[in-house]
Protein backbone atom coordinates (compact mmCIF):
# COMPACT_ATOMS: atom_id res chain seq x y z
CA UNK A 1 0.00 0.00 0.00
CA UNK A 2 1.07 3.92 -0.30
CA UNK A 3 3.20 5.28 2.62
CA UNK A 4 5.47 8.03 3.27
CA UNK A 5 8.17 7.30 5.36
CA UNK A 6 10.18 10.46 6.89
CA UNK A 7 13.59 10.66 9.31
CA UNK A 8 12.90 10.32 12.76
CA UNK A 9 13.19 13.28 15.05
CA UNK A 10 13.64 15.65 17.22
CA UNK A 11 16.71 17.70 14.89
CA UNK A 12 18.01 20.12 16.99
CA UNK A 13 20.19 22.33 14.86
CA UNK A 14 22.24 25.78 15.25
CA UNK A 15 21.14 28.81 13.89
CA UNK A 16 22.57 29.13 10.33
CA UNK A 17 23.07 25.33 10.07
CA UNK A 18 21.97 23.39 6.75
CA UNK A 19 18.81 21.58 7.44
CA UNK A 20 17.89 17.73 5.46
CA UNK A 21 14.87 16.07 6.58
CA UNK A 22 14.65 12.82 4.03
CA UNK A 23 11.44 11.86 3.12
CA UNK A 24 10.90 8.60 1.15
CA UNK A 25 7.61 7.37 -0.45
CA UNK A 26 5.59 4.40 -1.84
CA UNK A 27 2.67 5.00 -4.09
CA UNK A 28 0.33 3.90 -7.12
CA UNK A 29 0.99 5.88 -9.97
CA UNK A 30 2.18 9.22 -10.28
CA UNK A 31 1.42 10.66 -6.56
CA UNK A 32 2.25 14.74 -5.94
CA UNK A 33 4.32 15.07 -3.47
CA UNK A 34 4.10 18.22 -0.54
CA UNK A 35 5.89 19.45 2.91
CA UNK A 36 3.83 21.13 5.16
CA UNK A 37 4.49 22.56 8.52
CA UNK A 38 3.35 23.04 11.94
CA UNK A 39 3.90 25.20 14.22
CA UNK A 40 2.54 25.11 17.89
CA UNK A 41 -1.01 25.24 18.99
CA UNK A 42 -1.41 25.65 15.05
CA UNK A 43 -3.04 24.06 11.87
CA UNK A 44 -0.85 22.70 8.90
CA UNK A 45 0.67 25.46 6.36
CA UNK A 46 1.79 23.97 2.99
CA UNK A 47 5.45 24.63 2.59
CA UNK A 48 6.10 23.40 -0.89
CA UNK A 49 4.73 20.99 -3.48
CA UNK A 50 5.71 19.24 -6.58
CA UNK A 51 3.59 17.48 -8.98
CA UNK A 52 5.91 15.80 -11.23
CA UNK A 53 9.35 13.63 -11.54
CA UNK A 54 12.15 16.19 -11.37
CA UNK A 55 9.75 18.99 -10.59
CA UNK A 56 11.61 21.22 -7.64
CA UNK A 57 9.27 22.91 -4.92
CA UNK A 58 10.94 25.99 -3.09
CA UNK A 59 9.51 28.62 -1.16
CA UNK A 60 10.70 30.45 2.08
CA UNK A 61 14.29 29.13 1.45
CA UNK A 62 13.15 25.50 1.92
CA UNK A 63 13.81 23.44 -1.26
CA UNK A 64 12.92 19.81 -2.00
CA UNK A 65 12.81 17.57 -5.88
CA UNK A 66 10.71 14.89 -6.34
CA UNK A 67 13.36 12.25 -7.59
CA UNK A 68 10.77 9.25 -9.18
CA UNK A 69 14.07 6.90 -9.65
CA UNK A 70 14.75 7.08 -5.71
CA UNK A 71 10.91 7.68 -4.67
CA UNK A 72 12.24 10.70 -2.49
CA UNK A 73 11.21 14.31 -1.96
CA UNK A 74 14.16 15.52 0.51
CA UNK A 75 13.76 18.68 2.16
CA UNK A 76 16.39 21.55 2.20
CA UNK A 77 17.33 24.59 3.56
CA UNK A 78 20.84 26.46 3.24
CA UNK A 79 20.50 28.33 6.72
CA UNK A 80 17.92 27.47 9.22
CA UNK A 81 16.81 30.54 11.68
CA UNK A 82 15.04 29.67 15.31
CA UNK A 83 11.47 30.72 13.49
CA UNK A 84 11.87 27.45 11.59
CA UNK A 85 11.35 25.60 14.67
CA UNK A 86 8.26 23.67 13.82
CA UNK A 87 6.89 20.03 12.96
CA UNK A 88 7.61 19.19 9.39
CA UNK A 89 5.20 16.65 7.25
CA UNK A 90 5.89 15.09 4.31
CA UNK A 91 3.14 14.01 2.25
CA UNK A 92 1.61 12.66 -0.89
CA UNK A 93 -1.72 12.68 -2.53
CA UNK A 94 -2.41 10.67 -5.75
CA UNK A 95 -6.34 10.05 -7.69
CA UNK A 96 -5.36 6.86 -9.29
CA UNK A 97 -7.38 4.22 -8.15
CA UNK A 98 -9.07 6.53 -5.67
CA UNK A 99 -8.58 9.34 -3.73
CA UNK A 100 -5.54 9.15 -1.12
CA UNK A 101 -3.68 11.57 0.63
CA UNK A 102 -0.78 9.88 3.21
CA UNK A 103 1.38 11.81 5.87
CA UNK A 104 4.53 10.50 7.42
CA UNK A 105 4.91 10.54 10.83
CA UNK A 106 6.23 14.39 11.07
CA UNK A 107 9.57 15.58 12.34
CA UNK A 108 10.01 17.99 15.12
CA UNK A 109 12.96 20.69 14.46
CA UNK A 110 15.06 22.89 16.82
CA UNK A 111 16.78 25.46 16.55
CA UNK A 112 19.15 27.31 19.09
CA UNK A 113 20.04 30.74 18.69
CA UNK B 1 -8.20 35.38 0.86
CA UNK B 2 -6.35 31.78 1.54
CA UNK B 3 -7.70 31.31 4.79
CA UNK B 4 -9.62 28.39 6.17
CA UNK B 5 -11.62 29.21 9.24
CA UNK B 6 -12.63 27.17 12.21
CA UNK B 7 -14.97 27.38 15.14
CA UNK B 8 -14.77 27.20 17.97
CA UNK B 9 -11.38 26.69 18.80
CA UNK B 10 -11.24 24.77 21.60
CA UNK B 11 -14.32 22.59 23.25
CA UNK B 12 -14.75 20.81 26.02
CA UNK B 13 -17.82 18.54 26.06
CA UNK B 14 -19.19 15.24 28.10
CA UNK B 15 -19.58 12.18 26.48
CA UNK B 16 -23.65 12.52 26.38
CA UNK B 17 -23.30 16.00 24.47
CA UNK B 18 -24.11 16.99 21.42
CA UNK B 19 -22.07 19.66 19.59
CA UNK B 20 -21.01 20.64 16.01
CA UNK B 21 -17.85 21.36 14.52
CA UNK B 22 -17.75 24.28 12.11
CA UNK B 23 -15.16 25.06 9.18
CA UNK B 24 -15.35 27.59 6.24
CA UNK B 25 -13.60 28.55 3.30
CA UNK B 26 -14.02 31.79 0.56
CA UNK B 27 -11.44 30.19 -1.84
CA UNK B 28 -14.21 28.61 -3.92
CA UNK B 29 -12.48 25.50 -3.29
CA UNK B 30 -14.69 22.15 -4.03
CA UNK B 31 -13.21 19.96 -2.10
CA UNK B 32 -13.32 19.85 1.69
CA UNK B 33 -11.64 17.19 4.45
CA UNK B 34 -11.76 16.53 8.14
CA UNK B 35 -9.06 15.37 10.31
CA UNK B 36 -7.98 14.29 13.58
CA UNK B 37 -4.59 14.59 14.59
CA UNK B 38 -3.59 13.12 17.98
CA UNK B 39 -0.56 14.55 19.91
CA UNK B 40 2.63 14.10 18.16
CA UNK B 41 1.03 12.34 15.53
CA UNK B 42 0.14 13.33 11.87
CA UNK B 43 -3.00 14.04 10.47
CA UNK B 44 -5.22 11.44 9.82
CA UNK B 45 -8.04 11.53 7.02
CA UNK B 46 -12.01 10.95 8.50
CA UNK B 47 -14.08 12.24 5.30
CA UNK B 48 -13.72 14.14 2.11
CA UNK B 49 -16.49 16.45 0.29
CA UNK B 50 -16.40 17.00 -3.04
CA UNK B 51 -19.02 19.19 -4.87
CA UNK B 52 -20.71 19.21 -1.58
CA UNK B 53 -21.19 15.16 -1.89
CA UNK B 54 -19.50 12.58 0.32
CA UNK B 55 -16.81 10.80 -1.45
CA UNK B 56 -14.98 9.09 1.14
CA UNK B 57 -15.49 8.02 4.44
CA UNK B 58 -12.84 6.52 6.10
CA UNK B 59 -14.45 3.64 8.58
CA UNK B 60 -15.17 6.78 11.04
CA UNK B 61 -17.62 6.11 13.51
CA UNK B 62 -21.43 6.69 13.18
CA UNK B 63 -20.83 9.16 16.58
CA UNK B 64 -19.13 11.12 13.95
CA UNK B 65 -21.52 12.61 11.69
CA UNK B 66 -20.13 15.37 8.62
CA UNK B 67 -22.13 17.43 7.02
CA UNK B 68 -21.98 19.94 4.06
CA UNK B 69 -24.55 22.46 3.48
CA UNK B 70 -22.93 24.78 0.63
CA UNK B 71 -19.91 25.13 -1.20
CA UNK B 72 -17.94 27.14 1.52
CA UNK B 73 -19.17 25.41 4.56
CA UNK B 74 -18.56 22.28 6.35
CA UNK B 75 -19.99 21.23 9.53
CA UNK B 76 -18.56 18.06 12.02
CA UNK B 77 -21.59 16.71 14.28
CA UNK B 78 -20.08 15.18 17.57
CA UNK B 79 -22.46 12.84 19.47
CA UNK B 80 -21.86 10.39 22.41
CA UNK B 81 -17.97 10.82 22.26
CA UNK B 82 -15.54 8.62 24.10
CA UNK B 83 -12.21 9.88 25.74
CA UNK B 84 -10.28 8.50 23.25
CA UNK B 85 -11.54 11.09 20.94
CA UNK B 86 -9.95 13.66 22.61
CA UNK B 87 -7.91 15.47 19.48
CA UNK B 88 -6.95 18.40 17.60
CA UNK B 89 -9.65 18.51 14.80
CA UNK B 90 -8.43 19.81 11.40
CA UNK B 91 -10.40 21.45 8.18
CA UNK B 92 -8.77 21.42 5.07
CA UNK B 93 -10.16 22.59 2.03
CA UNK B 94 -8.44 22.00 -2.03
CA UNK B 95 -9.29 23.00 -5.61
CA UNK B 96 -10.43 20.26 -7.76
CA UNK B 97 -7.30 20.11 -9.87
CA UNK B 98 -4.70 17.55 -9.98
CA UNK B 99 -2.30 18.48 -7.04
CA UNK B 100 -4.77 18.39 -4.32
CA UNK B 101 -3.06 20.84 -2.46
CA UNK B 102 -4.77 21.62 0.60
CA UNK B 103 -5.45 24.32 3.40
CA UNK B 104 -5.83 23.92 6.63
CA UNK B 105 -7.53 25.48 9.27
CA UNK B 106 -6.32 26.27 12.62
CA UNK B 107 -8.30 22.98 14.35
CA UNK B 108 -10.69 22.58 17.14
CA UNK B 109 -9.02 21.93 20.17
CA UNK B 110 -11.19 18.62 21.45
CA UNK B 111 -11.58 17.34 25.45
CA UNK B 112 -14.11 14.81 26.04
CA UNK B 113 -14.60 14.41 29.35
Known amino acids: GDSVTQMEGPVTLSEEAFLTINCTYTATGYPSLFWYVQYPGEGLQLLLKATKADDKGSNKGFEATYRKETTSFHLEKGSVQVSDSAVYFC????????????FGAGTRLFVKA | DTEVTQTPKHLVMGMTNKKSLKCEQH?????MYWYKQKAKKPPELMFV???????INESVPSRFSPECPNSSLLNLHLHALQPEDSALYLC????????????FGPGTRLTVT
Open chain 2, 49 to 55: YSYEKLS
Open chain 2, 27 to 31: MGHRA
Open chain 2, 92 to 103: ASSSPTRTHEQY
Open chain 1, 91 to 102: ALTRNTGGFKTI
